[in-house]
Nanobody, 115 residues
Framework: QVQLVESGGGLVQPGGSLRLSCAAS????????MAWYRQAPGKQRELVARINWVGTTIYADSVKGRITISRDNAKNMVYLQMNSLKPEDTAVYYCNVFPGRDDYWGQGTQVTVSS
């Protein structure tokens, strides 16, 4: 049974930082491309960033230069370091494999950027 558990969200002021974590279990983590997605109110879920098994990363244009995805294969963890946060980054953030599997979505973690 696959479990992806996100944590680290919260309320932050514009320009602030957050670090999201995702703990994965039930998959052969080290060989999978992992990704962070987000869904803002009233919008479709979108890909934020992905990282393959050797650490190659790809980012959405909207977050380039502000957000860094990383992974720790020994711990089955994926991270999302978010800096210079903007109100438009407000969303529920999810981790999943890439491409995302419908049966892998977790509860996500809420990120709210507001003054």
């Amino acid at each position: 049974q696959v479990q992806l558990v996100e944590s680290g969200g919260g309320l932050v002021q514009p320009g602030g930082s957050l670090r999201l974590s995702c703990a994965a279990s039930g998959i052969i983590f080290s060989t999978r491309t992992m990704a962070w997605y987000r869904q803002a109110p009233g919008k479709q879920r979108e890909l934020v960033a992905r990282i393959n098994w050797v650490g190659t990363t790809i980012y959405a244009d909207s977050v380039k230069g502000r957000i860094t995805i990383s992974r720790d294969n020994a711990k089955n963890m994926v991270y999302l370091q978010m800096n210079s946060l903007k109100p438009e980054d407000t969303a529920v953030y999810y981790c999943n494999v890439f491409p995302g599997r419908d049966d892998y979505w977790g509860q996500g973690t809420q990120v709210t950027v507001s003054s």
